[in-house]
């Protein structure tokens, strides 16, 4: 698996978390990293992508003005700031690589995934 997430965990409501996508056989600034999301009992859905060219940024409505997507291209990772976690925020968070040029919300764009890593927020 070329992606490789981790930095999950528990965490207070209004705390913070960063999650970290590392790449390894792929050069991550040739793709869009996107992140997504899957709560118990619901489907996966989009929470945020970067385009490395550009450094063009896109959030979900729910997450806007509380996460923030960054790259590293020295450390070919991609970042997930997590500020102001709600419980709604509890998922497990999943990265993704997609080889196409515009940013996307929907999964079936992305061709590589990472494996989840759990986010957890008590309130």
């Known amino acids: 698996v070329p992606l490789q997430a981790c930095g999950g965990g528990l965490v207070q409501a209004g705390g913070s978390l960063r999650l970290s996508c590392a790449a390894s056989r792929i050069t991550i600034s040739k793709y869009i990293i996107g992140w997504f999301r899957q709560a118990p009992g619901k489907e996966r859905e989009f929470v945020a992508a970067?385009?490395?060219?550009?450094?063009?940024?896109y959030y979900e409505d729910s997450v806007k003005g509380r996460f923030t997507i960054s790259k590293d291209s020295a450390k070919n990772t991609v970042f997930l700031q997590m500020n102001s976690l709600k419980a709604e925020d509890t998922a497990v968070y999943y990265c993704?690589?997609?080889?196409?040029?515009?940013?996307?919300?929907?999964?079936?764009?992305?061709?590589?995934w990472g494996q989840g890593t759990q986010v957890t927020v008590s309130s």
């Open positions: 970067i385009r490395w060219s550009g450094g063009i940024t």
């Open positions: 993704a690589a997609d080889r196409g040029y515009s940013i996307s919300r929907y999964q079936h764009t992305y061709d590589y």
